[in-house]
């Protein structure tokens, strides 16, 4: 059954949509650089405010009106407090993106926001429900990037030059913890995505679903928790899936309603006809993957570490690491593999010494840091993490 709705790095310098995990601590550090610049005179937000004037002597109360105020590459600061739902409006602006914020430490807590406009960065929030969608037929959203937002649930349709970096992501009952429908370029990165949990045996989900997505690139994050798949890949009423990208990641064992193992970690499902430009590079998958399109073209599975070889005619392999089963010659097998790993019951995917994942991937095709982004050097290790030296 295909449940509910969901972007590709080009051959051409790409417009993405980006989720960071690794790169957290870079992003954060960005963003609190950001926060001295660009401050003063800027727009403000606050739970008193009042929506009249241009929100810059005195707060407006609503971060849509204070957007349509701003000016190309200002910040409305937001002041710390719990807001109901929002939305940010389409406002004809070129230029450098608006960014929103909060004006200090205290934390932004916002019920609903819906992104509706173009140029939009969002940094530092806590949202419970996030939509990213114009809602205007044949549009897209375009240049849209979230910076360390965490949300429950986030939906992303029709939206093009799309990034998420970092955040937490979860916890949520009975849906997909993020979807992605009909986007091109998108790029998830550093993301911590847990907890989809199932509460009946009815639903289905998982933490990530992605439906038509043209270019979609998942690096650096961390799925766990996730009820029944970490991520899906379908086709609904669009095109079939094309450039997909997942490097660096953990995917943790999947499990149904009342805690049995679900059978896949990754599902590429048999709604997509044809798929073009699969790469599986430096994961670590705890669980099995299906692939089920009639045609995978052009793609491969290089330096990954597992519990089950994932072996495909369109996708080329190259040293990786499985607990059953290989792919070809450069492939390892390593019956304990799983227990190499430094605490899996507590989420963590260090390789320990003497595990075969060390100095296993790649010479020739890997990322240079790792899911963290310590640097891996010229002996790279197979799977998300590079072991310490």
């Not at 199932?198 to 997505?213: F, G, K, P, R």
Request: hydrophobic fraction near 35%; charged fraction near 25%; include cysteine.
């Amino acid at each position: 059954m295909d449940p509910a709705p969901s972007r590709r790095p080009r051959r051409r310098p790409s417009r993405r949509i980006v989720v960071t995990g690794a790169v957290t601590l870079v992003a954060a550090a960005t963003l609190l650089v950001s926060q001295t610049l660009g401050d003063e005179g800027s727009p403000r937000v606050a739970e008193t405010g009042v929506d009249e004037g241009d929100c810059r002597n005195a707060p407006c109360r609503t971060l849509g009106y204070a957007f349509r105020v701003a000016e190309a590459g200002d910040v409305v600061r937001i002041e710390g407090g719990s807001y109901g739902p929002q939305t940010i409006p389409p406002v004809q602006r070129s230029g450098r993106p608006v960014t929103l914020r909060p004006a200090g430490s205290a934390p932004v807590r916002i019920s609903q926001l819906a992104v509706r406009g173009d140029r939009v960065t969002l940094g530092d929030l806590r949202i419970d429900r996030l939509e990213v969608d114009p809602k205007r037929d044949g549009d897209l959203a375009e240049q849209v990037t979230l910076r360390e937002v965490s949300a429950h649930r986030m939906y992303a349709g029709a939206v093009s030059d799309f990034e998420v970096h970092g955040g937490s992501w979860g916890p949520q009952d009975d849906f997909p913890i993020i979807q992605l429908g009909s986007g091109k370029d998108v790029l998830l990165d550093g993301l911590d995505i847990h907890d989809a949990r199932a509460t009946n045996d009815t639903v289905h989900l998982e933490c990530i679903w992605a439906a038509s997505v043209d270019g979609l690139t998942l690096r650096n994050s961390h799925m766990r928790g996730c009820a029944y798949f970490g991520l899906y890949l379908t086709r609904l009423g669009g095109p079939d899936a094309r450039d997909v990208t997942l490097e660096n990641n953990v995917f943790e064992a999947t499990n149904t309603y009342g805690g049995g193992d679900a059978p896949y970690v990754i599902n590429v499902s048999n709604f997509i006809r044809r798929l073009d430009g699969l790469k599986l590079r430096n994961n670590t998958i705890a669980g099995a993957v299906a692939l089920q399109p009639a045609e995978i073209t052009n793609g491969s599975v290089v330096g990954n570490a597992g519990t089950e070889a994932v072996c495909h005619p369109g996708l080329r392999a190259s040293h990786n690491v499985w607990a059953a089963g290989s792919c070809g010659p450069t492939d390892k097998v390593s019956p304990l593999l799983m227990s190499s790993f430094a605490d899996p019951d507590a989420h963590r995917w260090q390789p320990q010494p003497g595990s075969t994942v060390i100095g296993a991937a790649d010479p020739d095709d890997h990322p240079r840091t790792d899911l963290r982004g310590r640097r891996r050097g010229d002996q790279p290790d197979a799977g998300a993490y590079q072991s310490q030296d």
